[in-house]
């Protein structure tokens, strides 16, 4: 099913990452790759080779775009939520739906894996795909341990604070997709991490000093960019959604100076 065919599907209620623990259970650490991290010595298929890509958000959708460019290949992107891209607004999700179909990507959402072969995927319902390449790239998942002496909410994230300590426990703090805003509740994104680590230097430097800790205050909307293959993407801004190859030249320049400031 095409995902502008199934325009149905794809506006439906909140989607949601397919489980990572779900798919390695069955076959997925044998015969699968995890985009994140991303093994160094995976290599692309023959081109032609059809692929998997399991995890249908913002970041699963990109990488179905960029093997079906890449590989001339049929794709196939799987979600097990009602929609893809979740956080993306109507007319964005649209946009990147009728980015997805004129590249020949198939969108099966509502679709849970059954099993991960060698040369193939197994829906639940029984239903086999064939894939050269199957990638997972979940939504952000808690790891199971922090429940057991921490607070936590209930996707299993650690609760901070304005401060980014941890209620309970003055001396932790906690940063990143492992926390979770109770003050302020924002998605699973980088550009909240990166903005909380200079706040976090100064609270961790702050509490040993013996000095207070100071707020942070996330932004409520923040630049989205989506690589729709080739040298094309989409963007979204305060609800406002574009898309052209000036934006793909502006997220190139944008990701490789951010690279270049961590390599340097």
């Not at 001339?72 to 649209?94: D, K, Q, S, W």
């Not at 199957?134 to 209930?154: C, F, H, K, M, Y």
């Amino acid at each position: 099913m095409r995902c502008g065919a199934a325009a149905g599907l794809c506006a439906g209620g909140a989607g949601s990452g397919q489980s990572r623990r779900h798919a390695r259970d069955r076959g997925f650490r044998d015969h699968a790759h995890a985009v994140k991290p991303l093994r160094a010595d995976m290599t692309l298929p023959d081109r032609g080779l059809p692929s998997v890509v399991i995890g249908g958000g913002v970041a699963g959708a990109e990488i179905a775009l960029a093997l079906s460019h890449r590989q001339h290949a049929p794709v196939t992107l799987i979600e097990a939520g009602p929609r893809i891209a979740a956080t993306l607004t109507p007319r964005g999700r649209a946009l990147l739906c009728r980015a997805l179909d004129g590249a020949g990507v198939t969108v099966l959402t509502g679709t849970r894996v059954g099993r991960v072969g060698a040369e193939h995927v197994v829906l639940d319902d029984g239903r086999r795909i064939d894939s050269a390449l199957t990638l997972g790239i979940a939504g952000a998942r808690a790891a199971d341990w922090l429940a057991r002496d921490l607070p936590v909410g209930d996707a299993g994230f650690v609760q901070v604070g304005p401060s980014l300590q941890v209620p309970g426990h003055p001396d932790l703090f906690a940063a990143g997709d492992c926390a979770s805003m109770t003050h302020a509740p924002r998605p699973k994104a980088g550009v909240f991490a990166v903005r909380q680590a200079p706040v976090l230097a100064q609270n961790l430097a702050a509490r040993h000093q013996g000095r207070g800790c100071r707020a942070f205050h996330p932004q409520r909307d923040y630049l989205k960019i989506v690589s729709l293959g080739g040298r094309y993407a989409l963007a979204e801004w305060h609800g406002m959604a574009l898309q052209g190859a000036w934006l793909w030249r502006c997220k190139d320049r944008i990701d490789r100076g951010f690279i270049g400031r961590l390599t340097d």
